[in-house]
């Protein structure tokens, strides 16, 4: 029998979020992180993250919205991301944290959840 090829997989595709009303996340989300929207389907919305689809549909019934998993989202300039998150609505749960220091650079932190209580963060390399 062959070696599996490795990796087996080739990538991250598609993350699915639940909701109570997927239009109006799928708004804040095109407000707060600039993402586009690729397409709607069956009561879903289907969205760039970036080379990863970010699929909102409605929650499955006797689910909870929200759950153990994080969405980090890597910011093109800083201080435009963290103004168009506050300017949505959402508050960052904590100041920025640094979580290493490169050369000129440092990858930080910032943390904040959607209007259903998704967790998210904005995280990535900024100048130092």
Do not use: C
């Not at 029998?1 to 095109?30: H, I, K, N, W």
């Not at 100041?95 to 209007?115: H, I, N, T």
Request: hydrophobic share 50%; net charge negative.
């Amino acid at each position: 029998m062959p070696s599996p090829p490795e990796p087996l997989v080739t990538g991250l595709r598609q993350v699915a979020l639940g909701s109570a009303a997927p239009a109006q996340l799928a708004d804040f989300y095109r407000r707060a992180l600039g993402l586009n929207v690729l397409f709607e389907s069956n009561g879903m919305v289907f969205m760039d993250g970036g080379g990863v689809r970010l699929m909102i549909g409605a929650k499955p019934p006797g689910e909870p919205i929200g759950g153990d998993a994080v969405l980090y989202f890597e910011p093109v300039v800083w201080d435009i991301a963290e103004r168009a998150v506050e300017a949505a609505g959402a508050a960052f749960l904590h100041p920025r944290v640094v979580l290493q220091q490169a050369e000129g650079r440092e990858l930080v932190l910032r943390a904040f959840k959607d209007p259903e209580g998704h967790s998210l963060a904005l995280l990535g390399w900024r100048g130092a």
